[in-house]
């Protein structure tokens, strides 16, 4: 395309954007092709998401997922990584939750109880991983974030405490305390 047909196109394009009309050659037997078309299409400012909270609350500084889980890593490279680093030891169907637990702390929860639920998580899973994979406990049962007085999956139940035995429907703790599935 030369220089003067770029130009041109250009020309073309400004003018359209204001508005004005633009001369069309070769083109017989339609109307209303050329000229303004009265008034501009209104915009309208979209308001921001609101976010309903369990206590009823709304929030428009908070994003939709931020009672849940503090930002995304600038990349998702850490949590690829976390995966690959636990792939020989974590069921398939736990890794990428497993992987985003150890990227990402909710919001909701103190950054001392997180690293114990990542603690638990993880003796958890080296010592019952491909139990409770055989016996389809799901990854919200083990690592669903506790919120709006739910305690959460498993691991966040765990409190630093080892598990003794684990069954179809229920794991018993060390310390004699039983927590029932999706409790």
Same mark, same amino acid.
């Given at each position: 395309?030369?220089?003067?047909?770029?130009?041109?196109?250009?020309?073309?394009?400004?003018?359209?954007?204001?508005?004005?009309?633009?001369?069309?050659?070769? &083109?017989?037997?339609?109307? $209303? /092709?050329?000229?303004?078309?009265?008034?501009?299409?209104?915009?309208?400012?979209?308001? !921001?998401? *609101?976010?309903? *909270?369990?206590?009823?609350?709304?929030?428009?500084?908070?994003? &939709?997922?931020?009672?849940?889980?503090?930002?995304?890593?600038?990349?998702?490279?850490?949590?690829?990584?976390? #995966?690959?680093?636990?792939?020989?030891? &974590?069921?398939?169907?736990?890794?990428?939750?497993?992987?985003?637990?150890?990227?990402?702390? !909710?919001?909701? /929860?103190? !950054? $001392?109880?997180?690293?114990? #639920?990542?603690?638990?998580?993880?003796?958890?899973?080296?010592?019952?991983?491909?139990?409770? #994979?055989?016996?389809?406990?799901?990854? =919200?049962?083990?690592?669903? &974030?506790?919120?709006?007085?739910?305690? =959460?999956?498993?691991?966040?139940?765990?409190?630093?405490?080892?598990?003794?035995?684990?069954?179809?429907?229920?794991?018993?703790?060390?310390?004699? *305390?039983?927590?029932?599935? =999706?409790?």
């Amino acid at each position: 395309m030369g220089a003067s047909m770029r130009a041109d196109l250009a020309a073309r394009l400004r003018r359209t954007m204001r508005g004005e009309a633009i001369a069309e050659t070769g &083109v017989t037997g339609v109307s $209303g /092709v050329t000229g303004r078309t009265g008034s501009r299409p209104k915009l309208k400012q979209l308001r !921001p998401l *609101r976010l309903e *909270r369990d206590d009823g609350r709304t929030s428009a500084k908070e994003g &939709v997922s931020s009672p849940v889980t503090a930002p995304i890593a600038p990349d998702f490279d850490a949590i690829e990584e976390r #995966a690959a680093l636990a792939a020989d030891r &974590v069921p398939p169907c736990y890794l990428e939750t497993w992987a985003r637990l150890q990227c990402q702390r !909710p919001l909701s /929860v103190d !950054p $001392g109880v997180w690293q114990r #639920a990542i603690n638990d998580a993880g003796v958890f899973l080296d010592g019952w991983g491909a139990d409770a #994979a055989a016996m389809e406990w799901t990854a =919200g049962e083990l690592f669903d &974030v506790p919120r709006g007085g739910r305690p =959460g999956g498993l691991v966040w139940q765990l409190k630093g405490e080892r598990v003794d035995a684990l069954g179809e429907d229920r794991v018993r703790l060390a310390d004699g *305390r039983t927590i029932k599935r =999706g409790a």
